[in-house]
T-cell receptor
Framework: GNSVTQMEGPVTLSEEAFLTINCTYT??????LFWYVQYPGEGLQLLLK?????DKGSNKGFEATYRKETTSFHLEKGSVQVSDSAVYFCALSRSGSARQLTFGSGTQLTVLP | DTEVTQTPKHLVMGMTNKKSLKCEQHMGHRAMYWYKQKAKKPPELMFV???????INESVPSRFSPECPNSSLLNLHLHALQPEDSALYLC??????????????FGPGTRLTVL
């Protein structure tokens, strides 16, 4: 079956530090890959996505590259801000009807001023 | 409009109450989802509707009863809940055709407390 493994949190960084959150997946076929972000007290927001190998998703300074050879989709940001403090979920979706998401366990990020 | 709205934002109910959660989207999406999320955990899929028909029920107890009155609305009827059902309930929607964009758009959730 499908599965997503994320690095364990919590992660605490100082403002302007470099961020990497590791994500690896197991899936048959060619899934789409996503990063969702959940700010305190809110629902999930799509941060970025990639639909095929070597695609790079990017948004708000965050980037992730779909690496089929290593089955990875690591999230990176060059300089984090306090406002980036949130929980980040890596997820995959197999295309087809009723596209179901398989989520990783989530990584809590806290950025200190 | 790329928004999924959910009401109410917060709900407190006793174990004998009947209440409903509502979800609405106007993006023309034909797949809609209910998730349950406990603190510090990822969302767990409960139900999927495709073209207003229930297509997936992840073995959810019958005290949760979903309803899709039309392509824009999704309800979750609650009856005789248990304290362990307290959680954030998230609604989501997505396109539903081959080749369509497959990301799900989430609402802000309803924070449910069962006393």
């Amino acid at each position: 079956g499908n599965s997503v493994t994320q690095m364990e949190g919590p992660v605490t960084l100082s403002e302007e530090a470099f961020l990497t959150i590791n994500c690896t997946y197991t899936a048959t076929g060619y899934p789409s890959l996503f990063w969702y972000v959940q700010y305190p007290g809110e629902g999930l927001q799509l941060l970025l996505k990639a639909t095929k190998a070597d695609d790079k998703g990017s948004n708000k300074g965050f980037e992730a590259t779909y690496r089929k050879e290593t089955t990875s989709f690591h999230l990176e940001k060059g300089s984090v801000q306090v406002s980036d403090s949130a929980v980040y979920f890596c997820a995959l979706s197999r295309s087809g009807s009723a596209r179901q998401l398989t989520f990783g366990s989530g990584t809590q990020l806290t950025v200190l001023p | 409009d790329t928004e999924v709205t959910q009401t109410p934002k917060h709900l407190v109910m006793g174990m004998t109450n009947k209440k409903s959660l509502k979800c609405e989207q106007h993006m023309g999406h034909r797949a809609m989802y209910w998730y349950k999320q406990k603190a510090k955990k990822p969302p767990e899929l409960m139900f999927v509707y495709s073209y207003e028909k229930l297509s997936i029920n992840e073995s959810v107890p019958s005290r949760f009863s979903p309803e899709c009155p039309n392509s824009s609305l999704l309800n979750l009827h609650l009856h005789a809940l248990q304290p362990e059902d307290s959680a954030l309930y998230l609604c989501a929607s997505s396109q539903e055709f081959a080749g369509g964009r497959d990301e799900q758009f989430f609402g802000p959730g309803t924070r449910l407390t069962v006393l």
